[in-house]
């Protein structure tokens, strides 16, 4: 896809082609608890981005020869819809999703408590149905969420977002525009917001060091503001309980 | 039966849920930095008590423990389950209990033939370090029906000494033993009915005035 | 494991239908509640999801122009795929399409191809060398029976939101369209399942682990058939196909107005 030749304005007077600040998220809606049949679950949209996540396990894992018998494992699996991109997309999964389903699977591993389940799996299944930038840590993000509503012990959430630079600046959250930037930098990033510690961690791009420091410091204060809304959206599903006790 | 029901109400620090100050938490969330002793769900990290599921804790309680909303049935030892025969064995038989592996029972153990499909209870004897259990103390029942239930709420559906599990028995007519892995036994009285209470009961579970709740719904006139 | 318990539950099934009755209390026909939610994928040219109880399918159409077949230089095509996503149920796996995924694309495809819905020379953009493809692809997202309904819902209800996209010189111009897509005709599919002799519309899972087998029919419009698809082990009466196409007719007015 040839990229636009006219110059845009990415920020401008502190304003993003979108009309966001430099430090906004697009607006965000989490669901947990969305399909009967899976033992977790939950959807998110993110702008345009309409992810959804089912979390079936701990069950056994087989073939057996995939089985370690000191901790579990967590199988990710991220597909999109052929209908979730501009250009129709093969069914067939290609190898941005296989490294993407790689990638976030390590990225959930470490948060939870698999030597619990020895010799088990933890299917994550991630499906796209609507796409513009920054479906991976969408997905993770939910991901976290289905596997805390699917009872798996875990020792924090995680909590994902994008960031990186676009005209110059080094913005949060970038949509499919800024990230056709002729010198754009994405950097999906992913930490468990207690320890800070960080799980995910890729870039695509040219960046100084400087720089780096600035989008890694954005990309910390986006996570803990998306962890925020996951715990929300957890609370919810139970909230009528916090009212009924303040009246005590 | 309604001793070891009551018995399983209580089982792993499970505490009345009626009166103490609760709180929603999530995996990673602090529980308390004091030092308490530790109970079921929770993790020590730096001196200070993190929940690992989404549950309920009460932060006046003297053990620092975690009731979870949600979650899949581990067996544990002493626990009264409810399952359905997969297929025979050299010595014994494996028995479905709603958990990641069947269960094992020895020959031995029965004092009657199971059969394939047969709905038995039976308790919890060991479980070895991949979740794996051997049951013992069977007991087969004839005719009825399994209800799933989300084994997380199953100590609510028993109640404190089997109070809440007393209340669905009278009021519905119907014979019932819940295991603690989810899968309850049922035979005759109005089963309808106790599937809208345990509907009810799982989805408040972590409200107050269930007890209520439930006898009001049971007492409603059936509509045929 | 869960096979043991749907063994169980397959024998009340079986039970309750002797006596007249089904096992979450419906009329044999009488379909679970069904909503239709259109729009729910904007990279989508046309999009709907559907749900039919817990049953639960999403559809979406992606318009592409593309080379006819040499033998139809002058006629565009459909492409139905679906997808019974793992998600959907425990017993689904990550890989190429089951022969379950495969049977429901070609009986949904069936629906619309042979109804004549779409005009497939109206497709045509340059004869003998470009002509549109509607690619129809169809996810389950969660499975309580019945599938085979709710995903031919909703690739009608998204065909029928379908914008067509502008071309300029034969390459897509993005975000815009030329109109929406016209069908001539409302095909849709009911499936029916036999069990203990009786014929019950809109099986729920339950019911399809206990049936002996299963029929579905297309309806075209009021008077006309255009696929048939008998699945499953069992046999059918040619008394029992009549009343499922008599339920069929019948309910096709009622669902005409959901897509």
Redesign the interface.
């Known amino acids: 896809m040839a990229k636009k030749e006219e110059k845009k304005d990415y920020v401008k007077s502190g304003k993003r082609l979108d009309g966001r600040k430099v430090d906004e998220l697009r607006p965000i809606k989490m669901e947990v608890g969305v399909l009967p049949n899976a033992d977790g679950s939950a959807y998110i949209e993110w702008g345009q981005n309409k992810i959804l996540v089912g979390v079936h396990g701990p069950k056994e894992a087989l073939p057996k020869h995939k089985q370690n018998p000191y901790r579990g494992l967590v199988r990710y699996v991220y597909r999109m819809a052929t209908f979730s991109v501009p250009d129709r997309k093969n069914p067939k999964p290609g190898r941005r999703e296989i490294e993407i389903s790689k990638v976030s699977g390590e990225a959930l591993e470490h948060s939870v408590f698999l030597e619990k389940f020895p010799n088990t799996a933890i299917d994550v299944f991630v499906e796209v149905l609507d796409s513009n930038a920054g479906t991976r840590v969408a997905a993770l993000t939910a991901a976290s969420l289905a596997l805390a509503d699917a009872g798996i012990p875990m020792k924090d959430l995680v909590c994902a977002v994008g960031v990186g630079k676009a005209g110059g600046e080094i913005i949060l959250d970038l949509n499919k525009d800024e990230e056709d930037a002729p010198d754009a930098v994405d950097i999906p990033f992913a930490i468990m917001p207690r320890t800070e510690e960080i799980v995910l961690l890729q870039m695509d791009g040219l960046l100084s060091r400087q720089e780096w420091q600035k989008a890694a410091k954005l990309g910390m204060e986006g996570c803990k503001r998306v962890f925020e809304m996951q715990k929300e959206a957890l609370r919810k599903k139970y909230g009528k309980m916090e009212q009924v006790s303040e009246k005590k | 039966m309604d001793e070891e029901q009551g018995e399983a109400g209580l089982q792993n620090s499970e505490q009345a849920v009626e009166h103490k ?4 938490v ?4 602090l529980i308390t930095d004091e030092r308490k002793k530790l109970g079921q ?1 929770v ?1 020590i ?1 730096n001196g200070k008590i ?1 929940s ?3 549950g ?1 804790t009460y932060p006046d309680a003297g053990v620092a423990y975690v009731v ?5 049935y581990l067996p544990q030892s002493d626990d009264l389950v409810v399952g ?3 297929r025979e064995t050299v010595k014994g038989y494996m028995v ?1 209990i ?5 269960s094992y029972i020895s020959a031995d153990k029965c004092r009657d033939m199971l059969s394939k ?1 047969g ?1 038995v209870s039976a308790k919890v004897n060991s479980v070895n ?3 794996e259990a051997e049951l013992f103390d069977v007991r087969v029942f004839y005719g009825g ?2 209800l ?1 239930v989300s084994p ?1 709420k199953v100590p609510r559906i028993i109640g404190k000494n089997g109070s809440m599990l007393a209340v669905l028995k009278n009021g519905t007519g119907c014979n019932v033993v819940v295991g603690r892995n989810g ?1 309850a036994w049922v035979k005759g009285g109005d089963v ?1 009915k106790l599937i809208d209470a345990i509907k009810l009961i799982e989805a ?1 579970s ?3 005035n269930l007890t209520v709740k439930v006898e009001e719904l049971l007492k409603a006139k059936k509509v045929e | 494991m869960e096979n043991v318990i749907w063994d169980l539950k397959a024998d009340k099934v079986v039970s309750l239908i002797k006596e007249g009755k089904r096992i979450d209390g419906r009329k044999f026909d009488e379909y679970r509640k069904i909503t239709v939610k259109n729009g729910i994928s904007e990279n989508a040219d046309g999009s709907a999801r559907v749900r039919i109880g817990n049953t639960d399918v999403v559809a979406g159409i992606k318009m592409v122009p593309l080379a006819p077949y040499p033998d139809m230089p002058d006629e565009g095509t459909i492409s139905v795929g679906t997808e019974l996503l793992p998600l959907a149920s425990p017993e689904y796996e990550v890989g190429p399409p089951s022969e379950d995924a495969v049977e429901l694309a070609r009986v949904v495809d069936r629906g619309i191809r042979e109804s004549n819905a779409i005009d497939f020379k109206g497709l045509c953009i340059k004869e003998g060398e470009l002509v549109w493809t509607i690619f129809i692809d169809a996810y389950v997202l969660n499975d309580d029976g019945n599938t085979f309904d709710a995903a031919s819902i909703a690739c009608l209800s998204s065909l029928n939101q379908t914008k067509v996209p502008k071309l300029e010189e034969g390459k897509i111009v993005k975000g815009e369209h030329s109109g929406k897509l016209k069908l001539s005709k409302q095909p849709l599919l009911f499936t029916f399942a036999k069990i203990a002799g009786k014929i019950v519309a809109d099986p729920c899972l339950d019911e399809e682990k206990a049936m002996e087998a299963r029929f579905g029919c297309a309806v075209a419009d009021d008077s006309s058939l255009c696929a048939f698809q008998k699945g499953g082990g069992g046999a059918l009466r040619l008394s029992e196909i009549d009343e499922c196409i008599e339920i069929a007719f019948k309910k096709a007015k009622e669902f005409r107005k959901l897509v």
Do not use: M, R, T
């Open positions: 100050k609760k709180q929603i999530v995996p990673g969330e769900h993790f990290e993190y690992d599921a989404l309920i979870p909303l949600v979650g899949i359905i025969v997969e479905g709603n958990s990641i592996y069947p499909g709905i370090e991949i979740n029906e399994i799933s997380a899968w309808a408040e972590h409200l107050d």
